[in-house]
Structure formats: C-alpha cells, structure tokens
C-alpha cells in the first residue's frame, strides 16, 4: 500500500545546529514533494516545494533534497533559532490515477536555546 | 484578516447532531479541500472541489457531505455525529496544482 513515513519521535536540537527531517515513501511516483510547517492551535503553511526532476531546493536557511531512487526526501534547516521550534509535514503529490495530495504525520523539531 | 477562514474555532456536540462547518476564503483560489487531522495520523483528505460545481470525495468521506455556495465558500457536514469523528479539521485553499493555504482549524469535540 502507498505510505509516506515521517520520524514520529520529536528532535530535540540545540540552537544554531542544524536540523535535518526525513520523509520516506513507498509505492508512490510523486511529481512534486512540499514541506510545510504547523504551529500549535495553527494550520500548517508552505515551506517549499521541489519536483521530480530536481535534487535540491533552497530558501533562505531552509534546504530540500529529494532523490527518487531511495524515495527519501531531507528537509535541513540550518542554523536552527528556537523559532524554528514546530512540527514539520511532507507531503507528495502524484497525478497518477487523478488528484491525490497525500500527508505525512509530521514531524515535531524543539530548537533549545 | 485571514485568507482562509474557518468557523467555528472551537465546537463541543452531542452524538447524533447535525453539525455544519464552514469555510471561506479571499484569495480567489478556485480549488478548496476538507481534511481532518489526528495525532499520529496527519491530514486526511475528506472533500474537495476543484470549482462551484465539481465536488469529489476524498479518502474518508464517509459520513461527511460538503457544499460549495461561491467560488469562496466551501462548507463540510455531518449529518448524524459520532464520537470518532472529534478531530480538528482544516479547510484550505489552492491555485490549480500550486501549494495549498490552509485556515486555523476548528477543533471538533463528539461526546
């Protein structure tokens, strides 16, 4: 069955350490894979987006590589603030069979200062 | 104000009451979604309508129906509530095939 995997356990990091977040799938062919972040009480918000045909995407401290072969995508924020502090989605998005947008369950980051 | 607004914030129901949320937007997106989320679970796509008159069920839409007023207004019901449908449900919004908005939730307690 498709499945998008994310680390349920919380990671806990120290400020100005970077802060790298997997996202595995199985049995999908994304055209695209986002990450947003979600504050408690909040609904979550666009981060990045990167497709298929690429391998890396940057913004500001924020980097996303995604490579098809091992089905892994890495989320790094680098120079991690406490304000980083939230839980991290992915999610894929496939146009096989028609619309899908599928969520992984997220992952929570505590930046300590 | 808030692009996507979701009321209400915050609903607390008895099993087998009808209960209506709703959604509305300013962004003038054509696309709009219902999700429902629970812990360990992510979001679950319920609903969503890629303009007024296209609606298309999602991965968990039984027990819920949706209707799209206006190309701004989305709304998610549920005919005869259960406990196992208290979640937090988000509506969001989208441009064709870009990145979804979503709106603050509404926190949906079943007793």
């Known amino acids: 069955s498709q499945k998008i995997e994310q680390n349920s356990e919380a990671l806990n990091i120290q400020e100005g350490k970077t802060a790298t977040l997997t996202c595995n799938y199985t049995?999908?062919?994304?055209?695209?894979l986002q990450w947003y972040r979600q504050d408690p009480g909040r609904g979550p918000v666009f981060l990045l987006l990167?497709?298929?045909?690429?391998k890396e995407k940057r913004k500001e401290r924020l980097k996303v590589t995604f490579d098809t072969t091992l089905k892994q995508s890495l989320f790094h924020i680098t120079a991690s603030q406490p304000a980083d502090s939230a839980t991290y989605l992915c999610?894929?998005?496939?146009?096989?069979?028609?619309?899908?947008?599928?969520f992984g369950a997220g992952t929570r980051l505590f930046v300590k200062a | 104000d808030a692009d996507v607004t979701q009321t209400p914030r915050n609903r607390i129901t008895k099993t087998g009451k009808r209960i209506m949320l709703e959604c509305s937007q300013t962004?003038?997106?054509?696309?709009m979604y219902w999700y429902r989320q629970d812990p360990g679970l992510g979001l679950r796509l319920i609903y969503y309508?890629?303009?007024?008159?296209?609606?298309n069920k999602g991965e968990i839409s039984d027990g819920y129906s949706v209707s799209r007023q206006a190309q701004a207004k989305f709304s998610l019901s549920l005919e005869s509530a259960i406990p196992n449908q208290t979640a937090l449900y988000f509506c969001?919004?989208?441009?064709?095939?870009?990145?979804?908005?979503f709106g603050d939730g509404t926190r949906l307690s079943i007793l």
């Open positions: 969001a919004t989208s441009d064709s095939d870009q990145p979804q908005h």
């Open positions: 049995n999908y062919s994304p055209a695209y």
């Open positions: 990167i497709r298929e045909n690429e």
């Open positions: 999610a894929l998005d496939s146009r096989t069979g028609g619309f899908k947008t599928i």
């Open positions: 962004k003038g997106h054509d696309r």
């Open positions: 309508s890629f303009d007024v008159k296209d609606i």
